[in-house]
């Protein structure tokens, strides 16, 4: 699957520990990247600061659903499941 247009989910919800360009202590959860265009596109995408788990990330159904509404749900679902 590729990432979607307009989602970036996953730029928002989960919590990011590793420095981030400007973040250097990661990123909370339910936070949107200091990175996150208006268009909800990476603007680090290229740089070789960007954090490996964002790098890593691979767009899936089972995370990413088939909309960015389903993909905030899954991935806040996820969130709150890890911190129970």
């Given at each position: 699957?590729?990432?979607?247009?307009?989602?970036?989910?996953?730029?928002?919800?989960?919590?990011?520990?590793?420095?981030?360009p400007?973040m250097?202590?990661?990123?909370?959860?339910?936070?949107?990247?200091?990175?996150?265009?208006?268009?909800?596109?990476?603007?680090?995408?290229?740089?070789?600061?960007?954090?490996?788990?964002?790098?890593?990330?691979?767009?899936?159904?089972?995370?990413?659903?088939?909309?960015?509404?389903?993909?905030?749900?899954?991935?806040?679902?996820?969130?709150l499941?890890?911190?129970?």
């Amino acid at each position: 699957m590729d990432c979607r247009t307009n989602c970036a989910a996953c730029c928002v919800i989960p919590s990011i520990s590793s420095p981030i360009p400007g973040m250097p202590n990661g990123k909370p959860a339910f936070t949107p990247c200091i990175h996150l265009t208006e268009d909800y596109r990476c603007g680090i995408f290229n740089d070789p600061g960007r954090p490996r788990v964002c790098a890593d990330f691979q767009a899936e159904e089972l995370v990413c659903g088939k909309s960015r509404d389903e993909a905030i749900a899954i991935l806040t679902q996820l969130m709150l499941d890890v911190t129970k």
